[in-house]
């Protein structure tokens, strides 16, 4: 009885004592790029709603020559993400480079600059609702990025556009 106790024990050492080989191994460094590298870096904004980078990650890493309609005579593919109350909707090139998005998100977490702003100017009023619109285009220095608010002060209302630095446009 004993010897079958020992004989356990000594197999479980063996494998525990084996598992820990194996797990010491380290793969060597792997980067990783995007081909639309370029889109998100222009549109990255560490301060926009979480649902805001989740589509734009999902638009940048989406493989159109994966997908099922992809064929190589077209030049252009239209591809539309959405989640509630967020949509991005992406041009890509036969080679799956984003060329131009169209993003619209509302009711979206604001940036904290965009609404100190907002506080600063119109301190009585409270922000009903909002919506913010990304435009890039490829080749393009600009990226425009809009918020859209519509304010409120009793029964008045009042609408503004503020760019992602909180400043006011016409």
């Given amino acids: 009885m004993k010897q079958v106790k020992l004989g356990i024990i000594a197999c479980i050492a063996f494998v525990g004592l084996s598992s820990n080989i194996y797990?010491?191994?380290?793969?060597?460094?792997v980067t990783v790029?995007?081909?639309?590298?370029?889109?998100?870096?222009?549109?990255?904004?560490?301060?926009?709603?979480?649902?805001?980078n989740l589509l734009e990650r999902k638009a940048a890493t989406y493989n159109v020559k994966?997908?099922?309609?992809?064929?190589?005579?077209?030049?252009?593919?239209?591809?539309?993400?959405?989640?509630?109350?967020g949509q991005v909707l992406a041009t890509y090139d036969k080679e799956g480079k984003i060329l131009r998005t169209?993003?619209?998100?509302?009711?979206?977490?604001?940036?904290?600059?965009?609404?100190?702003?907002?506080?600063?100017?119109?301190?009585?009023?409270?922000?009903?609702?909002?919506?913010?619109?990304?435009?890039?285009?490829?080749?393009?220095n600009h990226i425009n990025k809009v918020y859209?608010?519509?304010?409120e002060n009793g029964d008045k209302r009042k609408r503004v556009k503020t760019d992602e630095k909180g400043n006011f446009i016409d």
């Fill in 148 to 151: 859209k608010l519509v304010l």
């Fill in 33 to 52: 790029t995007s081909l639309n590298y370029k889109y998100l870096k222009s549109v990255a904004d560490p301060n926009a709603a979480q649902k805001v």
């Fill in 102 to 140: 169209a993003e619209r998100f509302s009711n979206v977490v604001l940036p904290t600059s965009v609404r100190t702003s907002v506080m600063d100017t119109y301190p009585d009023w409270t922000i009903a609702k909002d919506v913010y619109l990304v435009n890039y285009h490829a080749g393009s």
């Fill in 66 to 85: 994966e997908s099922e309609f992809y064929d190589d005579e077209f030049e252009q593919y239209y591809v539309s993400f959405y989640l509630p109350k």
């Fill in 23 to 29: 797990a010491q191994e380290t793969l060597p460094p």
